[in-house]
């Protein structure tokens, strides 16, 4: 039954496969999700000072970098590249970079529930505009796709280190490394390009709505 079940796997069509391989992370989603609503949370009621704090740390500067290289040439297809490439890298860091233990995908869900929250509540405030309404009209119509994929990558960063550590355990004990953990790898890494080209799908499609709208509201 079961090289039944993985053969059936492996002759669904795409989608089918990327589903299978999104919901047998439900639990790591759904922590990757909980963690990026709570620094979000955190970032917009705290707007001004972790606003500050990303001035003094340079990170604002490099966002601030982003938007001017994109409003130096505004074309549909350089501003595409910029929020694709750059979205793309960051989905890859949090997957592979999860071998540190997973800290890093945390890290990044933090960092980015932050700038998120910090620019809904700057940019509200300034604007006087409902940070709902900014929320839905500026970063829903591309987030609904570029949030999910950030958030699927970072879970799978958060099980890359959960292998990791529970193989570390393993190879301390006096029964070692047995067949349950070295499936769990081939399992994982069997994933990960079903996974990789979702992810990739759904940041194309972000970033085509995305770069649409800054071109839009730049004329």
């Not at 869900?109 to 509540?121: A, D, E, I, K, M």
């Not at 950030?150 to 292998?163: E, H, S, W």
């Amino acid at each position: 039954m079961r090289m039944v079940f993985i053969s059936l796997q492996r002759g669904a069509p795409p989608l089918g496969r990327f589903w299978n391989a999104i919901r047998s992370e439900k639990r790591n989603i759904t922590f990757a999700a909980l963690v990026f609503v709570f620094f979000t949370l955190v970032g917009y009621f705290y707007h001004d000072l972790i606003g500050q704090w990303m001035k003094q740390a340079g990170v604002w500067d490099q966002f601030e970098q982003k938007a001017e290289a994109i409003q130096e040439n505004p074309g549909l297809w350089n501003t595409f590249g910029l929020i694709f490439f750059n979205n793309l890298l960051a989905s890859v860091s949090m997957i592979f970079l999860g071998i540190f233990l997973g800290i890093y995908p945390l890290l990044g869900l933090t960092f980015n529930g932050l700038l998120v929250g910090v620019v809904l509540g700057s940019v509200s405030q300034q604007a006087g505009i409902s940070p709902l309404t900014l929320f839905a009209t500026r970063i829903l119509p591309h987030g609904v796709l570029e949030l999910p994929a950030v958030i699927f990558a970072a879970a799978y960063g958060i099980r890359l280190g959960a292998l990791v550590v529970r193989s570390l355990a393993a190879l301390l004990s006096p029964s070692g490394l047995g067949e349950r953990h070295r499936s769990a790898w081939r399992t994982f890494f069997a994933r990960i390009p079903v996974l990789f080209g979702g992810v990739a799908v759904m940041l194309i499609v972000a970033a085509l709505i995305e770069s649409s709208l800054i071109v839009y509201f730049s004329k």
